[in-house]
């Protein structure tokens, strides 16, 4: 298969990319595609909303910029937090403009949501469901437009580069080049060499190398467990944001159900199981602080207490206002034996989102030569050590419109590599043992979470590693003698995303922003990066 444009992912990222690329250039052919279906993403997952300087006469860019550079703890690029908040407006009006729906107010003006670690109200919502709401609008507007094409139930398998030419490629190689990739037909067990003029990575998150994550069961890191293998540089792995409030279950699901932060900026309030308030001693913003301190907090409070869960209070708001807001997260609150009107709503931090992956420039260009990377399995500056809520779909829709036109301007000169071999099956065989597979997820799963959650420290980070080697170890002599699945794939994934972040977070010898070690529990007074 030939192609253009290799676009792996079909979340906001993917599509936006897509979308603005395909209408720039018609003539290409532009080939997306998703290992489940097209609207299954962590997009689709986003409650919060999108934030974006709307209300110029409360609101202006240098309070959003400012908002977010205080809550990446010293680590953003200014330079790229002024771009996303500048350009962001504009790229929110285009998809308004592809038909997406955001709430109004009895004025008919849009209501905007206030967030943790925002001074200003400024997120655009459609109810609690905001991120369903993008998905459904991107995907009606890529099935209008003949030179894009998204398929469904393919498993990108590996990145091509001069490696496959029978090159050495080491991280130190220069001028690397990416080619397409090997992919893995989920329908009928094929795999096709996709040979593309670029590549652009938007393969969402990793959530699944911890027990309680927001993800759904499709973020396996794959996207930058390609990065890694293809020798791209990385950053700030250590970097994974727990939102404070997923609804507790004592019973171990795949994904947590996540209450939106805009429940605390509509009102509610974090308080122990008896009805006590505690932020105001973690942080003089209380409920509103960042994620980082609020997830401490409950991390520390549930430490403190013994207790399994802290609570949100919502019992305080107005009923009608808060079944309008947020429809979906009342539904189950009840659908589980909870009114939130009544009742405390019991909650516990859960694995949400990744700040660090392939590092980036302003245009979405990697390390590697024809390869560019978008959304959550990138690294772009702007969130540095800890993102600001509702700024991800924003920064995902700024750089899809960035790579766009950088690749507009540059495939021309950019020729298939022809000459790439086959996908080597000889001395495989089908694995009989599938729990060998299921049991190391759920090696990994409690290693990450015991070791290298909210709180780490050098002995747990070690103890990880070492627990993430024999693992590793495993699962390559099983890869080795097995023809491909996706579940194997994905356990590969997981194992190496989640020893990237173990090796991160033993890098960093200080606690700053969502990394706190009980080693080092002061910032230090330099700025580093942990570059993989």
């Not at 913003?285 to 991390?299: E, H, K, M």
């Not at 989102?353 to 990138?378: H, P, Q, W």
Request: hydrophobic letters at 35%.
């Amino acid at each position: 298969m030939k192609t253009d444009v290799l676009i792996i992912g079909s979340g906001i990222a993917g599509l936006s990319t897509g979308i603005k690329l395909a209408m720039l250039r018609p003539e290409l052919k532009i080939d997306v595609l998703t290992k489940v279906n097209e609207r299954e993403s962590n997009t689709s997952y986003a409650q919060g909303g999108v934030a974006a300087v709307w209300d110029h006469g409360t609101d202006n860019y240098e309070k959003h910029v400012e908002d977010t550079l205080d809550a990446g703890a010293g680590l953003c690029d200014e330079h790229i937090v002024r771009i996303v908040v500048e350009e962001g407006p504009e790229r929110v009006e285009e998809i308004i403009e592809w038909g997406t729906r955001f709430d109004l107010d009895q004025f008919q003006k849009y209501d905007l949501g206030r967030e943790g670690g925002h001074s200003e109200n400024r997120i655009l919502h459609y109810k609690d469901l905001t991120g369903w709401e993008i998905q459904r609008a991107l995907s009606a507007k890529a099935a209008t437009l003949d030179n894009l094409v998204v398929h469904e139930h393919y498993f990108a398998l590996d990145l091509l580069t001069q490696h496959h030419l029978g090159h050495i490629v080491t991280r130190l190689t220069e001028n690397i080049e990416c080619y397409g990739a090997y992919v893995l037909n989920k329908e009928n067990w094929e795999i096709s060499t996709i040979l593309a003029r670029t590549t652009v990575l938007c393969a969402g998150g990793n959530g699944q190398i911890y027990r309680s994550t927001t993800n759904p069961v499709i973020a396996t890191g794959d996207g930058i467990a390609m990065a890694y293998r293809a020798k791209v540089h990385l950053e700030n792995m250590e970097f994974v944001q727990f939102h404070p409030t997923a609804l507790y279950s004592p019973g171990i699901e795949k994904q947590a159900f996540l209450v939106s932060e805009a429940v605390r900026g509509f009102g509610a309030i974090l308080k122990r199981p008896d009805g006590s308030e505690f932020m105001h001693d973690y942080d003089p913003r209380g409920s509103l602080a960042p994620r980082d301190i609020v997830a401490r907090a409950i991390d520390n409070e549930m430490k403190l207490t013994g207790a399994e869960y802290m609570c949100l209070d919502c019992r305080e708001l107005d009923e009608e206002k808060f079944r309008a807001h947020f429809p979906t997260i009342y539904d189950k609150c009840i659908e589980t034996g909870i009114d939130p009107m009544k009742d405390l709503i019991p909650i516990t931090p859960a694995c949400h989102y990744m700040c660090g992956g392939i590092k980036v420039d302003e245009f979405g260009r990697s390390s590697v030569n024809r390869l560019y990377a978008a959304g959550e399995c990138t690294s772009t500056g702007l969130h540095g050590a800890n993102r600001l809520a509702s700024n991800s779909l924003l920064e995902a829709l700024v750089f899809g419109h960035r790579i766009a036109h950088a690749i507009a301007t540059n495939i021309d000169n950019e020729p298939l590599q022809e000459d790439i071999p086959q996908w080597e099956r000889t001395g495989t065989m089908e694995p009989k043992e599938q729990v060998l597979i299921t049991q190391s997820v759920k090696e990994l799963k409690e290693v990450m979470s015991s070791y290298v959650g909210i709180v780490r420290s050098d002995k747990r980070l070690r103890r990880a590693k070492d627990r993430l080697v024999l693992l590793h170890d495993e699962t390559e002599e099983l890869y080795r003698h097995s023809l491909v699945s996706p579940q194997l794939c994905e356990l590969r994934n997981l194992i190496t995303v989640g020893f990237l972040v173990t090796k991160a977070a033993n890098l960093r010898k200080e606690s700053r922003g969502l990394h706190f070690t009980t080693d080092y529990p002061e910032r230090a007074g330099f700025v580093q990066y942990s570059v993989l």
